[in-house]
């Protein structure tokens, strides 16, 4: 099976970095993925990660160590429009290319 | 990426009846997915919708409940059947397109 975790809520001021953490125990991996859910909307692709290392797109950053189960997004130079829910899943090596999902990280971007 | 439809986008339903949910993808795509977004709740996966074979549930997912149909590579169906409040929640579509996985705008039900 698998476990997977981040924290519930965080808050950050607009401008400034945050970083979101997850952790997950698997008995099978094939990627990490991150996506973004405005309420009320459907989740959107953010990165995918399946080697160790960073992953860089504009604003958006993605870290995964697989040895440590261990991956954050970092979010830079905030918005108020950043204010979502961030989801951490994990690709399962069995069942297909189907994800196995967080409990989501709740951000709040305040002024 | 994928352009993934769904049709309702909402519902209300009373309990006991069924409802079945479309999902319309405008191009091929071989693996497609059927989630759930209960209320204040992460996405849990219902079942994998195979093209031309029964449909692979998960763990909780019985198909006389939510039976799948994936007549193409581009259209399944997902019917909520017998519904009770439980089922109250968001439905999504998923597929999988070079090695990334996209959702449709998903489905919102009521049961009352």
């Known amino acids: 099976g698998q476990n997977i975790d981040q924290p519930t809520e965080m808050t950050a001021t607009e401008g400034a970095i945050v970083q979101i953490n997850c952790t997950y125990q698997?008995?099978?991996?094939?990627?990490l993925f991150w996506y973004q859910q405005h309420a009320g909307e459907a989740p959107t692709f953010l990165s995918y990660?399946?080697?160790?290392g960073l992953e860089e797109k504009g604003r958006f950053s993605s870290f995964l160590s697989r040895s440590k189960g261990y991956s954050y997004l970092l979010l830079k130079e905030l918005q108020m429009k950043d204010s979502a829910s961030y989801l951490c899943a994990v690709r399962r090596t069995n069942s297909g290319y189907a994800l196995n999902f967080g409990k989501g990280t709740s951000l709040l971007v305040t002024p | 990426s994928a352009v993934i439809s769904q049709k309702p986008s909402r519902d209300i339903c009373q309990r006991g009846t069924s409802l079945t949910i479309q999902c319309q993808v405008d191009s091929q795509v071989t693996m497609m997915f059927w989630y759930r977004q209960q209320p204040g709740q992460s996405l849990t996966l219902i079942a994998t919708a195979n093209q031309g074979s029964e449909a692979t549930y998960e763990s909780g997912f019985v198909i006389d409940k939510f039976p799948i149909s994936r007549p193409n590579l581009t259209f399944s169906t997902l019917t909520v059947s017998n519904m009770s409040p439980e089922d109250s929640s968001i439905y999504l579509c998923s597929v999988q397109q070079r090695g990334t996985q996209y959702f449709g705008p998903g489905t919102r039900l009521l049961v009352l």
């Open positions: 990660n399946v080697l160790d």
């Open positions: 698997t008995s099978g991996f094939n990627g």
